[in-house]
Nanobody, 126 residues
Framework: QVQLVESGGGLVQAGGSLRLSCAASGLTFSNCAMGWFRQASGEEREFVAAISRSGRSSTYAEFVKGRFTISRDNAKNTLYLQMNSLKPEDTAVYYC???????????????????WGQGTQVTVSS
């Protein structure tokens, strides 16, 4: 059974930082492209960042470039999202997602990911 469990969310002031983690089990993590998505209340889910299975390639949504960093530790089966310079508009539930792949690609469309975590709330106060 595949499980993705996010942690690290919370309440932070604008300009602050948080580090999200996503612990994966039930799949071969090193064979998975991974992604972070978010969904604000009343809004559609949106792409945040993605990383290839090796970690050598990554991509970001424009609104987080220079502020967020996606990374992974395949030995620990864990995905990370370091979020700096947080803004109130970053407030959302953050989800990690996994897609088994045998290429070096990453994916930025939600429907390319069959496995999802339950999400962790990030709230940024002004």
């Amino acid at each position: 059974q595949v499980q993705l469990v996010e942690s690290g969310g919370g309440l932070v002031q604008a300009g602050g930082s948080l580090r999200l983690s996503c612990a994966a089990s039930g799949l071969t993590f090193s064979n998975c492209a991974m992604g972070w998505f978010r969904q604000a209340s009343g809004e559609e889910r949106e792409f945040v960042a993605a990383i290839s299975r090796s970690g050598r390639s990554s991509t970001y949504a424009e609104f987080v470039k220079g502020r967020f960093t996606i990374s992974r530790d395949n030995a620990k089966n864990t995905l990370y999202l370091q979020m700096n310079s947080l803004k109130p508009e970053d407030t959302a539930v953050y989800y990690c997602a996994a897609a088994v792949t045998y290429s070096g690609n990453y994916y930025y469309k939600g429907d390319e990911y069959p496995y999802w975590g339950q999400g962790t709330q990030v709230t940024v106060s002004s």
